[in-house]
């Protein structure tokens, strides 16, 4: 099953912490942004998990909303908080890598692995979608959603 993306391009199953987004270019995820926010979106049919980030570049700040679709969520572990970003005591962001799994049975699904300096993920998801606005009023590049 493939995933649909929308607003950046599809992730690498190497693992990576930057991100090339649509409109926007290529986005230091692990250096130049912090986890602001990990929350799951519970629909009538589905749960989302959205993870928002602060980034700053040279233009102002921003916020980046990733949202995985359609997730089931099978391994969740806490971290030791060693590290968090010392200007804002936010989390920061370890691994986000795509990935296939080739069991038997499970017809080489989609999986992700998310992980924080506070959390890491194991999930399946069908899509994932990108969404920049800008925080200083102005309108700016919006991707995805």
């Keep these: 099953m493939d995933v649909r993306y929308d607003g950046l391009q599809p992730l690498s ?3 990576q912490t930057d991100v090339v987004l649509d ?12 986890v602001d926010r990990l929350g799951l979106v519970v629909g009538s049919r589905s749960i989302d998990l959205e993870v928002e980030f602060g980034l700053e570049n040279g233009s102002g700040e921003a916020r980046l909303t990733l949202l995985f679709s359609d997730v089931s969520v099978f391994s969740l572990e806490p971290e030791l908080p060693l590290e968090v970003d010392p200007a804002y005591g936010h989390a ?15 017809e080489r699904r989609a999986g ?13 998801a069908t899509g994932l979608s990108a969404t920049v606005r800008p925080l200083d009023g102005e309108r700016g590049i919006e991707t995805g959603g």
């Excluded at 409109?23 to 912090?34: F, K, M, T």
């Excluded at 962001?93 to 499970?106: K, Q, S, V």
């Design 23 to 34: 409109g926007w270019g290529s986005v230091d995820l692990r250096n130049g942004a912090h």
């Design 13 to 15: 199953e190497l693992g």
């Design 92 to 106: 920061l962001l370890t691994e986000l890598r795509a990935w296939r799994d080739t069991r038997p049975g499970f």
């Design 112 to 124: 992700f692995s998310l992980g924080t300096t506070l959390m890491s993920l194991d999930f399946y």
